[in-house]
């Protein structure tokens, strides 16, 4: 199994023995584990399969990594059984373009953004984010950095870093990208919004339109609104977003 160039990192614990991981080439091994991943962001619903979207991944192999642990991925070379490999993070980018949606996978990743605008009222962040997802001429990836919530960006940072020269050798050149995070209610203050992942002020800082939006679930009497930020960046931006997230690694 081809391995990337990605941090080799070790992953400590009071009560958890040591974890090697790098970053590999997603294969149909880690269809699961990309699921696992990408179920943290997306809902499934009737028009939302992370199945499509994990076989895209897949396919589009030249381009993300996802990030095991080494003597898992010495073992799956030696037994070529069914069992999903255990993926610890998954770093990919999705062509989500006008002229690309004729893909389940992005008829998919385009259903759920659309489906999130759909919870906000007209603004001017909103209008310019559907502009720009409507736009037949824009060059637009959907960029997925997920992990297990305890790991932190180390794990994943330079696969992250490596991205913009894999989006060259699959012949992708886009102009934008639009990343999605997850957050949540502050316990302390009851209204101010913390993020799952550090890195996303980090992030926001170079964002071109940014939009907060707030769904509210089926069982709504008993669940909290599941709440989302849309960024779009500039990928001229993206070398600037990678020198900040230094700090963190």
Do not use: W
């Not at 400590?12 to 149909?28: K, R």
């Not at 489906?115 to 720009?132: A, F, G, P, Q």
């Not at 409507?134 to 959907?142: D, E, S």
Request: glycine share 4%; hydrophobic share 40%.
């Amino acid at each position: 199994m081809p391995r990337k160039c990605s941090r080799v990192d070790s992953c400590h614990s009071q009560s958890v023995v040591e974890l090697e991981l790098e970053g590999f080439t997603p294969s149909d091994s880690d269809r699961g584990g990309i699921i696992r991943l990408l179920s943290h962001v997306f809902t499934e619903d009737g028009a939302v399969s992370t199945g499509q979207i994990a076989d895209l991944i897949i396919s589009n192999h030249q381009v993300g990594s996802v990030v095991k642990q080494v003597d898992d991925v010495d073992v799956d070379d030696e037994d070529d059984g069914e069992e999903d490999s255990v993926v610890f993070a998954l770093i990919s980018a999705i062509d989500i373009s006008m002229d690309s949606a004729t893909n389940d996978g992005v008829k998919t990743v385009r259903h759920f953004l659309f489906d999130l605008l759909n919870n906000v009222d007209m603004c001017e962040e909103k209008s310019r984010i559907i502009d720009l997802l409507m736009n037949p001429t824009a060059k637009i990836c959907f960029l997925i950095n997920e992990r297990l919530e305890a790991l932190p960006l180390s794990v994943c940072a330079n696969a992250v870093e490596i991205l913009p020269s894999e989006l060259k050798t699959a012949n992708m050149y886009p102009s934008h990208l639009v990343m999605v995070f997850r957050a949540y209610i502050s316990d302390t203050t009851g209204h101010d919004l913390d993020y799952y992942y550090e890195e996303y002020r980090h992030i926001q800082a170079f964002s071109l339109h940014t939009l907060t939006v707030y769904v509210r679930p089926d069982d709504f009497d008993t669940a909290p609104n599941r709440i989302y930020t849309i960024l779009i960046i500039l990928m001229e931006k993206f070398k600037d977003v990678l020198n900040a997230l230094q700090s963190l690694v």
